[in-house]
Each structure stands twice: as C-alpha cells, then as structure tokens.
C-alpha cells in the first residue's frame, strides 16, 4: 500500500500561534508554498490477528455472580459491555459500566496487538482508579486475559453471541481460584 502524506500538525499549530491580532499570520510568498508542510507517513499492516478482535467488537449484556468465598456471599453482577474499534482498526476500546452488588463499577480498557511480542496486549483503567496490563490470548475461540494476579477465560458460542467467562484471582500468582462467572450476551 503506498503512503500517503499527511498534514504535520505541529506546524499548523505553530502558524495558528504566531497569528497577530488582525489574524495574519505573516506568511510571505517564501513561506506559503510550505504552508501546511507534509510528512511522508508511515502507515502499518494489519495482520491476522487483528481480525480476531472482530469476535468482540459489538455491544454486550454481562450477568453473572461473584463466587462465595470465605463466609463472603456472592454479589449479583450486571453490566454493559461495549467493545467497538479505534479508527484505523488496529485497537479495540472496551468501556464497562455495571454493578457488583450495591457497588457501580466501570473502566475503559484498550486492545491491541503486540507485532513484536506476537501477543495481545490490555491496559485497563478501573472506575477505583487502578491501572492494570494483561496479556491476551485467542485459542480456537477461547479469550484468556492473564495478569500476575488475575485471568479470566472466555469461551465464545459457535455462532459468536455469547462469552461465558470464569475470573480468577491469585494471591502468589500460581494458585488460583475463582472469583466471578459471568456470561456477556451480544446484542448488537
């Protein structure tokens, strides 16, 4: 695919700075055949694995429950799931808003791939303020999202409408156990 150039945007935006009151910008018959200066740009290939992320793109209703554990009851969850491309379709943004229990919880996470790495990689930005990075995984239509101290799997239906998922927390990062099951429903 050729490049195309594209508008070098900090000169455009050094021009509108150097405006006076009148608005003239001060251009001279030198300056205005430079006047916006492209850059050649750079673009990336898409690979395969970028079209894996198509199996979650779409709008989601998740329920589910937390898992009773140490004389703690389980928590009713309920959430809206909305996982929609970033221009250029190399990132997948994923907002969640939801309840667990009596709690509003929420986050945005951002998808992509790692060429380099050959991996997916996550950053997820919590409604509690916390920040955390997992490895992602697609295997024959099973998602695994892995961090030091949680993962969760997410198996899709045949015809891609529904993700039970199952999230496990460890405290050492070798011993798991579970901590929610939830099932996303995709309604759009």
Do not use: C
């Not at 930005?125 to 998602?143: A, E, N, P, V």
Request: hydrophobic share 35%.
């Amino acid at each position: 695919m050729a490049s195309r150039p594209v508008p070098d945007f900090g000169v455009l935006a050094e021009n509108r700075r150097t405006q006076n009151a009148k608005g003239d910008t001060g251009m001279t018959a030198e300056n205005a055949a430079a006047e916006p200066r492209l850059a050649e740009a750079t673009e990336r290939q898409r690979s395969p694995e970028h079209e894996l992320l198509d199996s979650l793109v779409g709008k989601w209703i998740t329920v589910g429950e937390t898992i009773q554990a140490e004389g703690a009851p389980a928590l009713a969850i309920s959430a809206s799931d909305v996982y929609e491309w970033v221009a250029g379709r190399f990132f997948v943004l994923h907002t969640a808003y939801g309840r667990i229990g009596d709690s509003n919880v929420g986050g945005i996470e951002i998808i992509g791939y790692d060429a380099d790495a050959k991996k997916f990689k996550t950053y997820f930005f919590d409604s509690q303020g916390s920040i955390s990075t997992q490895d992602l995984t697609y295997d024959d239509g099973t998602w695994t999202w892995s961090g030091p101290h949680t993962r969760a799997t997410g198996v899709l239906s045949d015809d891609g409408n529904t993700m039970p998922t199952l999230h496990e927390w460890s405290d050492d990062g070798v011993n798991w156990r579970p901590a929610m099951e939830v099932r996303l429903r995709k309604v759009v």
